[in-house]
């Protein structure tokens, strides 16, 4: 059994480093299409006949999910040959802050790029943050549905596990400082003190990596939610869902100098690096997390959804485009599409995707800017949602630019529509955190008011003003919301602007 971190590299075969763009870029494409000629979309659209990026950008159409839904649904039902050679391996469910819900084809080639892109990351994390020993918790979502099919019986759902590939099955079992198994609990209770209690045993825990910085500020909230549950699991043992657990009198305590102090120094003195997202919305709670964990180096993760993957982590902690695990083209303001080494330095574009998954020139709606080049490779920084907008009465507020409107806000901060009465947006705020907000409130205004539409409604009055509503726990009404019971616990996102209402609709009715 590989103990030593720095053998991990050991475990993964060396993977195409990318020389040239251009090169990688259309490479990856024409095999992808050489592979998919003979299926019923490359028939539809000719693959057999493209013989370069221009071509294929010339005869394939852009879309989005709505216009390849019926070739998805019928893949569900067990069609073979129609958006990629064979079945899936699986379905991911998603769905984005609007719209119903997706499901996204996991094919053998996409897993392959997957892993191209993110294992090296992963590979050479030991030796960037001089990680030689220790634990690592990787994020082990509830079991927040029965497992399931689609009609055609293809599974809905991958384990985590998977995703990394059978060769690195058992370092991680080894390594993770919670057993995989503890995301086959349901409840969500069980499933928080199980986890704590087997990340509170752990003192050698070196490495965090989850997707959302919400996910870990949760568990963290959970230390205090479970304090005496947790405290006498650790003190007398006992079993729990299935799982046997042994008493554990130093991490009592341990859990005690934690609940007196609030360093999280005391639980995880070895903690190296916290990895997570750290770009658009989720950066209040990226911040928010260092400020729980001074102690501690963090690294943002890239730009990474279930569609496939955009961008990871260089050596230099960049988020740099994965050019030998997908096809990117790049929407400017005015519509035109640039290849990856067509990028200008600090322009902003739409990231269109095309993937070994049956996803050809597909609108992900992400909006990255340019940050030059590093190797031959564009640094990307995401910058938010360019698809998710509200438009009450035609001020056209887009995702991305309500995030810059409320950047410097500590803590949940979050935009939403309000339906009841006359139109107009409230402002979300953490009680514990804003105790005053006349001043937040009138900051967030005057940015809103950059946008000459969303100024014009409120000097017409037809918007009213910004409305504050300070909750108690926010961010977990947010996350335990049942909006959220098909996506996996890790997987969610806090936008800066929200549309869907429906997990405060009971809160909305009382200060309409």
């Given at each position: 059994?590989i103990?030593?971190?720095q053998q991990?590299?050991?475990l993964?075969?060396?993977?195409p480093?990318?020389?040239?763009c ?6 990856w494409l024409?095999?992808c299409?050489?592979?998919n000629?003979?299926t019923?979309y ?7 006949r ?8 010339d005869t394939?159409p ?14 569900a039902?067990?069609a ?7 079945k ?7 769905s984005?802050s609007?719209?119903r819900?997706?499901?996204i084809?996991?094919?053998q080639h996409s897993?392959r790029?997957?892993q ?10 030991p030796?960037?943050y ?5 634990t ?8 927040g549905?029965?497992?399931?099919t689609?009609?055609?019986g293809?599974p809905?759902g991958?384990?985590?596990a998977?995703?990394l590939g059978?060769?690195?099955?058992p370092?991680f079992?080894?390594?993770s ?6 995301g ?8 928080q003190?199980l986890?704590l209690y087997y990340l ?10 989850v ?5 870990f500020?949760?568990l963290?909230?959970a ?5 005496q549950?947790?405290?006498?699991l650790?003190?007398?043992g006992?079993?729990?869902a299935?799982h046997?657990?042994a ?6 305590e ?8 609030r ?5 995880w003195?070895?903690l190296?690096l916290?990895?997570?997202w750290a770009?658009?919305?989720s950066?209040?709670f990226?911040h ?14 890239g ?8 961008t990871?982590p260089?050596?230099?902690n960049q988020?740099?485009?994965?050019v ?9 303001a005015d519509?035109r599409s640039l ?8 322009d902003?574009?739409?990231v ?5 998954g ?5 609108r992900t ?5 340019c940050?030059g ?5 564009p640094?990307?920084h ?10 009450l ?8 630019f309500?995030?810059?409107c409320l950047?410097g ?9 309000r339906l ?6 409230l402002?979300?705020l953490?009680r514990?955190?804003h105790?005053?907000n ?6 967030v205004?005057q ?8 100024a ?7 918007l009213?003003?910004?409305?504050p ?5 926010p961010l977990?009404?947010?996350i335990?919301s ?9 997987d969610?996102?806090?936008p800066a602007?929200?549309v869907?209402t429906a997990?405060?609709d009971d ?6």
């Open positions: 059994m103990s030593d971190w991990l590299p050991d993964i075969p060396p993977q480093v990318a020389v040239d251009r090169r990688q870029q259309q490479a024409l095999e299409l050489q592979e000629k003979n019923d490359g028939r539809q659209h000719n693959f057999d493209i013989a370069s990026m221009e071509s294929f950008r394939v852009l879309v989005s999910y709505e216009d390849i839904r019926p070739y998805i649904e019928r893949i039902a067990g073979t040959d129609v958006l990629f050679s064979g899936p391996l699986a379905f991911e469910r998603t984005g609007s719209g819900e997706k499901l084809p996991y094919s897993l790029d997957f191209r892109a993110v294992l090296p990351w992963l590979c050479h994390l030796q960037q001089a990680i030689s020993t220790g690592a918790y990787w994020a082990v979502s509830p079991a549905r029965q497992a399931e689609t009609s055609g293809i809905i991958m384990s985590d998977a995703y059978e060769a690195l099955l370092f079992a080894h390594c400082a919670v057993p995989p198994q503890v086959e609990v349901s409840d969500i209770r069980d499933w003190l986890s509170v045993t752990r003192q050698d825990l070196v490495l965090v990596s997707w959302s910085p919400t996910f500020l949760l963290l909230e230390l205090d939610h479970l304090y549950p947790l405290q006498t650790l003190d007398e006992g079993t729990l299935g046997t657990m008493a554990d009198p130093a991490a009592v341990c859990l005690h100098n934690y609940h007196e102090n360093d999280t120094r005391i639980l003195p070895n190296q916290i990895s997570c770009a658009g919305a950066q209040p990226y928010t997390l260092q400020q729980r964990f001074p102690h501690v180096a963090f690294q943002a993760k730009l990474l959804s279930t569609e496939g993957v955009v990871v260089n050596d230099d988020p740099v485009l994965t030998n695990s997908g096809f990117y083209e790049f929407l400017t519509g290849f990856a080494h067509e990028l200008t330095t600090g902003e574009y739409e269109v995707m095309t993937t070994a049956g996803l050809y020139r597909y709606g992400d909006l990255v800017r940050g080049y590093t190797n031959g490779l640094i990307l995401f910058m938010g949602r360019g698809n998710l907008t509200s438009d009465v035609g001020e056209k507020l887009h995702e991305a309500v995030a810059g950047e806000i500590n803590g949940f901060r979050m935009v939403m529509p009841q009465g006359k139109p107009g947006y402002l979300i953490d514990k955190i105790h005053t006349a001043a937040v409130v009138e900051k205004e940015a809103l008011a950059a946008n000459p539409h969303y014009y409604a409120r000097k017409l009055g037809q009213s003003a910004l409305q509503l300070l909750l108690d726990e977990s009404a947010f335990n049942p909006v959220h019971r098909e996506t996996r616990l890790g969610i996102k806090v602007l929200c869907k997990w405060l809160i909305l009715e009382s200060v309409a």
